[in-house]
């Protein structure tokens, strides 16, 4: 079964604090990996969308790595601010569909208190 | 949020009644979807459509419909036959198939009571 799974599932940090979280997925066949910033009722905004033949990519504090062979995937944040606080959701683009279905995490939710 | 809009950000409903959500783009993507996110959940595919005058059903597409007559909106009606039709709703595009970056609107948050 083509899954994701998050860890943890909630954290909290103080600000300037650096944190990682870890995502695990099953899809195969693999397209492509996104992870994404949910603020609170807000829409989801990409942070970095990588293929199978990259295995770092960043977007300013922000870190993602890819591990194609164990399927593990993490985001590390670095000095983390307040404004960092939301849910980072990892999705995996792939599965038996020629459409590169997604298939979506259930999600971290970060906090950072000053 | 990009270029998609939705509207209302908030929206009360009675039980029984039909509610229609508005998804608007002006990034000329091809595809547009529908995902429903409760608390806890990954968000789920409720419809997508890949082109003007086609659609096709997610993972949850019982008790929705939609409809794409402009490559611009895609418009999702929450009819009565939804069990449990409280949510957060978010509709997002993208220049072709799910393969591609996917560009999410504000949400609307549906409250039946």
Redesign the interface.
Known sequence: KNQVEQSPQSLIILEGKNCTLQCNYTVSPFSNLRWYKQDTGRGPVSLTIMTFSENTKSNGRYTATLDADTKQSSLHITASQLSDSASYICVVSGGSSNTGKLIFGQGTTLQVKP | ?GG?T?SPKYLFRKEGQNVTLSCEQNLNHDAMYWYRQDP??????IYYS?IVNDFQKGDIAEGYSVSREKKESFPLTVTSAQKNPTA?Y?C?SSVG???????????T?LTVT
């Open positions: 949020d998609i939705q806890g959940q990954g968000l789920r595919l890949q957060f978010l997002a198939t799910q393969r591609y970056e996917q560009y999410f609107g504000p949400g948050r």
